[in-house]
């Protein structure tokens, strides 16, 4: 991109054959300060982001054909907030929390608009349960993390809810022999709960 002079003020737009825009940007004391639109060959966005300072500051978003890919919150040049990405059919296939520039916090991803995977980041980390779910949106698996390491029970669901198997792990290593199914069902689930309520009843 052609620098600004220094001080200057304005908006750049710049053209190419048949008069397509080739990029457009806004400037403040010479530093992009407002939007920045850059496009393809055919005159699609490619790219579009807000800037302040210098700096990206506000949504952020990636395209392909003049569908859009990502979008990105930025504060400051550094990804702070929720990144969404989309797939073909312009669904929401992940939703990806961000603090500072590291994932942090729940973050979500769906095929075909059905949530697949919930996982639960620290400071860059997976830290606490990566959940999956199966095609009826029962859980399939859960898996607890500590500093991005397996620690905890691990385990393992039929589709119908049932426990099928359960696997110890300390700090990424596995403790012991997996343990086959007990017969107990994701207390998350409808089976589960209802168990629970029965075994309460009885006392």
């Known amino acids: 991109m052609p620098p600004m002079a220094e001080g200057s003020d304005g908006v750049l737009r710049q053209f190419g054959a048949g008069g397509l825009p080739v990029f457009e940007a806004s400037f403040r004391d010479g530093r992009l300060d407002g939007p920045l639109r850059v496009y393809d060959a055919h005159g699609a966005p490619r790219f579009t982001s807000d800037y302040a300072g210098g700096r990206q500051h506000g949504l952020a978003r990636i395209y392909a054909d003049g569908r859009c890919l990502s979008e990105q919150t930025m504060a ?40 697949i995977r919930q996982e639960e980041y620290r400071d860059g980390r997976l830290d606490g349960e990566r959940v999956d779910y199966g095609p009826n949106g029962a859980t399939a698996e859960v898996c607890p993390y500590r500093a991005g390491l397996r620690h905890g029970c691990l385990r393992r669901y039929d589709p119908d809810g049932r426990l099928r198997e359960q696997q110890d792990y300390a700090l990424g290593r596995p403790a012991g022999a997996p343990r086959p199914a007990d017969g107990g069902a994701d207390p998350r689930s409808s089976a589960g709960l209802l168990g629970g309520i029965e075994r309460w009843m009885k006392g």
């Open 76 to 115: 400051a040049g550094i990804a702070d907030g929720e990144t969404r990405c989309f797939d073909e059919a312009g669904q929401v296939c992940a939703c990806l929390p961000y603090r500072g520039g590291r994932l942090h916090g729940t973050a979500r991803y769906y095929h075909e608009g059905r949530l």
